[in-house]
């Protein structure tokens, strides 16, 4: 559980600061809402036993009905605004997010692309950006002001009636106990969710692109991979459904429990405290605006709670793979005029050694053939030179990975002009026609 809870104060704290780092402007001004709108359920009390305490028929100052119209009515324009700046923070941050993924899949060597758990920790991270990772600093912020309006309406009230006070602060215990039953379901079933959503894409992809598709139609298998898509795309409704069952009871159920500790504080206001009309009103008007207020805080410590897992494992990635380049360039010394090796082992499981202490180099402008045998390392070779493969042992010396291309025996067909495939490895400086058509002429 300790662990847990620091898993999601990090998760918070890293998502939240992703905020701040990224939409300064956007992140302050959806904090400085949400804590307005956490001080306005505790303002009513007062507004409304002022307001009360006056007679009919006496001359009310306008000073009171202001303060009555925005603590009582201003709760609906400032959750209006909050929700919509709410909603752009999620969106900005899933764009961001969604941009960093393919980062990180750009930046995956051939030993990562190959690996099936690394696929799967991609594709989870890519099914999480959208609803949990994007959403995990406004669920936080959520969070955090239900626990103030809660701490604040507990003290205000403490002062009229100290059970409804109490009654009131546990009104957060119910849905946040039922929500966290839904993210423990989640988390259960996240992992086989992200495996069947990764296998129906691979099945369905290779449907939707030409040259796959005419090989399968040529294997007579194109009715057997529909059918084996259609089977993951089952099993992954199925998965949900079953975190939707548990979301639905777990709801209604926390929703009675809340209906319950509300008629137990009105209750006490009513029958159990000894205070004046004014008070009795303004505290039962902020009880109720204030269990209002918090009601969606369990939904996002369920959703916050979910997700940290999730986020937790984003940043993992986030870590191995782009915190990592800096490393892997400084293992790689660039500036060399051409690439060469050192000492070179490498072993595709460990034991059997395809390369065994191999050097070599081949300098800027020079044309160099490695001859050998079928099976004798020479593809491997150039992909740990090329940067595919991570050597065993040994070192590896090349021009920065920008300037180094290479053309496998087994190539996929890009739907790409030439001039765009001649210059992919170009961000920017692109050259114009005449140069190209002088290197392709040297070529």
């Known amino acids: 559980m300790q662990n847990f809870l620091l898993k999601a104060i990090r998760s918070a704290y890293v998502t939240l600061g992703d905020g701040f780092r990224w939409f300064p402007l956007l992140t302050v001004s959806l904090c400085l809402l949400r804590l307005i709108e956490s001080v306005l359920p505790a303002a009513q009390v007062y507004a409304i036993s002022s307001l009360v305490s006056y007679g009919a028929g006496e001359n009310v100052p306008w000073s009171n009905l202001l303060f009555v119209t925005v603590?009582?009515?201003?709760?609906?324009?400032?959750?209006?605004?909050?929700?919509?700046?709410?909603?752009?923070?999620?969106?900005?941050?899933?764009?961001?997010?969604?941009?960093?993924?393919?980062?990180?899949?750009?930046?995956?060597?051939?030993?990562?692309?190959?690996?099936?758990?690394?696929?799967?920790?991609?594709?989870?991270?890519?099914?999480?950006?959208?609803?949990?990772?994007?959403?995990?600093?406004?669920?936080?912020?959520?969070?955090?002001?239900?626990?103030?309006?809660?701490?604040?309406?507990?003290?205000?009230?403490?002062?009229?009636?100290?059970?409804?006070?109490?009654?009131?602060?546990?009104?957060?215990?119910?849905?946040?106990?039922?929500?966290?039953?839904?993210?423990?379901?989640?988390?259960?079933?996240?992992?086989?969710?992200?495996?069947?959503?990764?296998?129906?894409?691979?099945?369905?992809?290779?449907?939707?692109?030409?040259?796959?598709?005419?090989?399968?139609?040529?294997?007579?298998?194109?009715?057997?991979?529909?059918?084996?898509?259609?089977?993951?795309?089952?099993?992954?409704?199925?998965?949900?459904?079953?975190?939707?069952?548990?979301?639905?009871?777990?709801?209604?159920?926390?929703?009675?429990?809340?209906?319950?500790?509300?008629?137990?504080?009105?209750?006490?206001?009513?029958?159990?405290?000894?205070?004046?009309?004014?008070?009795?009103?303004?505290?039962?008007?902020?009880?109720?605006?204030?269990?209002?207020?918090?009601?969606a805080a369990g939904s996002a410590f369920g959703e916050m709670a979910s997700s940290v897992p999730l986020v937790d494992s984003y940043l993992d990635l986030r870590h191995d793979v782009l915190d990592t380049l800096v490393d892997k360039s400084a293992h790689h010394p660039s500036g060399s005029l051409g690439v060469g090796c050192e000492n070179v082992v490498f072993s595709y499981d460990g034991h059997r050694r395809i390369l065994d202490g191999v050097s070599f180099h081949a300098s800027h402008g020079t044309m160099v053939a490695i001859v050998g045998a079928n099976g004798a390392g020479k593809t491997t070779l150039a992909s740990i030179l090329t940067g595919g493969l991570e050597p065993t042992e040994g070192t590896v010396a090349r021009i920065s990975a920008d300037r180094l291309a290479s053309i496998s025996q087994d190539f996929v067909h890009f739907e790409l002009t030439v001039r765009e495939f001649l210059t992919l490895g170009l961000d920017q400086n692109l050259p114009d026609d005449p140069t190209i058509r002088r290197a392709l002429e040297d070529v």
């Open 71 to 295: 603590v009582a009515g201003g709760l609906i324009p400032l959750e209006s605004l909050a929700s919509g700046l709410e909603t752009r923070l999620q969106l900005q941050l899933r764009h961001r997010y969604q941009q960093e993924i393919v980062d990180i899949m750009a930046s995956l060597d051939g030993t990562q692309r190959r690996d099936p758990s690394m696929a799967d920790r991609v594709q989870a991270a890519r099914d999480a950006i959208p609803f949990n990772i994007a959403w995990q600093a406004t669920s936080a912020i959520t969070v955090l002001q239900a626990l103030i309006t809660s701490l604040f309406l507990a003290i205000t009230l403490g002062r009229i009636d100290v059970i409804a006070a109490l009654l009131a602060f546990l009104s957060l215990v119910p849905a946040i106990v039922a929500f966290s039953i839904v993210s423990r379901t989640e988390n259960r079933y996240w992992p086989l969710i992200s495996s069947a959503s990764r296998r129906s894409e691979y099945y369905e992809d290779q449907l939707r692109y030409q040259q796959s598709a005419d090989e399968l139609d040529a294997l007579n298998a194109l009715l057997a991979f529909a059918h084996r898509t259609k089977q993951q795309i089952v099993l992954v409704a199925h998965h949900w459904l079953k975190v939707s069952n548990a979301r639905v009871i777990t709801s209604v159920a926390s929703g009675i429990i809340c209906a319950i500790l509300l008629f137990g504080a009105l209750s006490s206001l009513v029958w159990g405290s000894e205070v004046s009309g004014g008070e009795l009103a303004g505290a039962v008007m902020g009880t109720v605006s204030g269990l209002l207020a918090t009601r």
